[in-house]
């Protein structure tokens, strides 16, 4: 059985994250998308929500399931018995970045780095500018999810009121 894992803080999964996920679930018998739990790090949905929403976003995809992590990536691959990462790359200015991870994670412990490119209709897409447009009441509707997007303009509204 051929599995692969896809981690990320996907707070929260964006139309981008979706492609990558759902084009690495082609390639794999098995994808486990892994959220990373940082509690050095508060994010804008925590991590069960991040799940919850991310589950409703793989529905349609039955060899993907969903899971969380706290320290290394290698340590949860190595216990998970996963050989291999899915990463997405939008643009040049993710490479040096994930290149470095890439041959860390192999260094620390054999496991091997896959990228996919994105599909450019989602290139430019971030969870960071996603929450900073919803943040301002921005439509996001077209970046994100249906469930993300109910819950970001559910925020903005109780903030607002
Ligand atoms: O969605 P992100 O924030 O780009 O995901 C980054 C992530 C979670 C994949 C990366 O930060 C990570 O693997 N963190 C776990 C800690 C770790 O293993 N660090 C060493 C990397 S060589």
Redesign the pocket.
């Known amino acids: 059985m051929r599995r692969a894992v896809c ?4 707070d929260p999964v964006t139309n981008g994250h979706v492609d990558v996920i759902a084009r690495a679930a082609g390639l794999y018998d098995e994808l486990v998308v892994a959220v ?1 739990v940082n509690p050095g790090k508060a994010g804008l949905f925590d991590v069960h929500e991040r799940m919850s929403l991310l589950r409703e976003a793989v529905v349609d995809l039955p060899n993907v399931t969903v899971d969380s992590f706290e ?4 340590d949860y691959c190595l216990a998970q018995q996963i050989p291999v990462i899915v990463k997405g790359l939008r643009a040049v200015g993710d490479f040096e970045y994930e290149l470095q ?1 890439a041959q ?2 192999r260094e620390l412990a054999a496991v091997e780095t896959l990228f996919v490119p994105t599909a450019p209709q989602v290139g430019h897409l971030s969870s960071s500018l996603v929450k900073q447009i919803a943040r301002f009441g921005g439509d996001v509707s077209s970046l994100v999810p249906k469930a993300v997007n109910d819950r970001l303009v559910a925020q903005s509204r109780g903030r607002q009121s």
């Not at 981690?7 to 996907?10: E, M, R, T, V, W």
């Open positions: 981690p990320g803080s996907f990373l320290g290394l990536l290698v991870m860390m994670n």
